[in-house]
């Protein structure tokens, strides 16, 4: 497609239960952000990509959150015995390259954790 | 640390009216400035972007933006308010560290535009 695309668009779960959440990205973009919207923290960047280079995981919040990148192209951010505090909406950008190159972002998954 | 300081959380102006959003941000050095907006239930839309070069920058749906150094300011502003301008706006700062563009968003200010 022409833009990020993020699957699934909404996501509901039990607090205790593992997801997956997916993003493709624009084809041709090499780097790769996941940020996290939610009421009380407004966005936070999570997690970045660029190519094979190590990814930068600073934002993620805890041990339980772990992102993987296949291929340089398709990225899945699992989280691991959700919480209700994982609430939010888990957008994903993508860029050209790592420069100044804006981030084009999906329109997000929204998880909510019962 | 950077950070960005989107003052009002909710702004109202009437249709035709100047729309002025402002931000403040702080950064150890030269920074990278974006204003995006969100329409409910979408991702981020990028509306203009500052990197370094000229310090009043246009960006789409007539909005434009001056970077100012010596207030540490990047105020977005339109003219004259359409209805579909109503949204929620975001400022961004990105100082590059380790050389790519980690943003760092504001809170939010959301824009009512009423006939």
């Known amino acids: 497609g022409a833009g990020v695309s993020q699957s699934p668009s909404n996501k509901v779960t039990e607090k205790g239960k593992d997801v997956e959440l997916r993003c493709d990205p624009i084809?041709?973009?090499?780097?790769l952000y996941w940020y996290r919207q939610s009421l009380g923290q407004g966005l936070e960047f999570l997690i970045y990509?660029?190519?094979?280079?190590?990814?930068?995981k600073s934002g993620l919040p805890s041990d339980r959150f772990s992102a993987e990148r296949t291929g340089g192209s398709v990225s899945t951010l699992t989280i691991q015995r959700t919480q209700q505090e994982d609430s939010a909406v888990y957008l994903c950008?993508?860029?050209?390259?790592?420069?100044?190159?804006?981030?084009?972002f999906g329109d997000g998954t929204r998880l909510s954790i019962l | 640390a950077q950070s960005v300081t989107q003052l009002g959380s909710h702004v109202s102006v009437s249709e035709g009216a100047l729309v002025l959003l402002r931000c403040n941000y702080s950064?150890?050095?030269?920074?990278?400035l974006f204003w995006y907006v969100q329409y409910p239930n979408q991702g981020l839309q990028l509306l203009l972007k500052?990197?370094?070069?000229?310090?009043l920058v246009k960006g789409i749906n007539g909005f434009e933006a001056e970077f100012k150094k010596s207030e540490t300011s990047f105020h977005l502003t339109k003219p004259s308010a359409h209805m579909s301008d109503a949204a929620e706006y975001f400022c961004?700062?990105?100082?590059?560290?380790?050389?790519?563009?980690?943003?760092?968003f504001g809170a939010g200010t959301r824009l009512a535009v009423h006939p």
């Open positions: 950008a993508s860029s050209f390259d790592s420069s100044n190159q804006p981030q084009h």
């Open positions: 084809s041709g973009h090499t780097a």
């Open positions: 990509f660029q190519g094979n280079s190590a990814p930068d």
């Open positions: 950064s150890s050095v030269p920074p990278y």
């Open positions: 500052y990197t370094s070069a000229a310090t």
């Open positions: 961004a700062v990105s100082d590059r560290p380790g050389g790519y563009n980690k943003l760092i």
